[in-house]
Nanobody, 126 residues
């Protein structure tokens, strides 16, 4: 069973940057996608970004588009989330997850993701 481990979270000031990493214990298959989600207390987990393991198609939530970039290193079985121009509202627990067989119209759906990491905290101070 695949395990996902996030790292790279921390405390950063408004306007700063962080890069999150999501390391998979096994190589994702060509039909897999890896997504990033975030959650704050009392709110539902929300989609942030995703990338297809094969082909490299990327997807973003409107709230992070042009500030966040999702990428992958296939040799390391790792997906990254580069977060720039961070805002206080980006403060959350960030999770990575794997989906198999998701298509463009469903890749943002949390129900498509069946393996999750433990999360890494990102705090943006003003």
């Amino acid at each position: 069973q695949v395990q996902l481990v996030e790292s790279g979270g921390g405390l950063v000031q408004v306007g700063g940057s962080l890069r999150l990493s999501c390391a998979a214990s096994t190589r994702p298959s060509t039909s897999d996608s890896v997504g990033w989600f975030r959650q704050t207390p009392g709110k539902e987990r929300e989609f942030v970004a995703a990338i297809r393991w094969s082909g490299g198609g990327t997807y973003y939530a409107d709230s992070v588009r042009y500030r966040f970039t999702v990428s992958k290193d296939m040799a390391k079985n790792t997906v990254y989330l580069q977060m720039n121009r961070l805002k206080p509202e980006d403060t959350a627990l960030y999770y990575c997850a794997r989906a198999t067989g998701a298509i463009s119209s469903t890749i943002r759906n949390i129900d498509k993701y069946d393996h999750w990491g433990q999360g890494t905290q990102v705090t943006v101070s003003s």
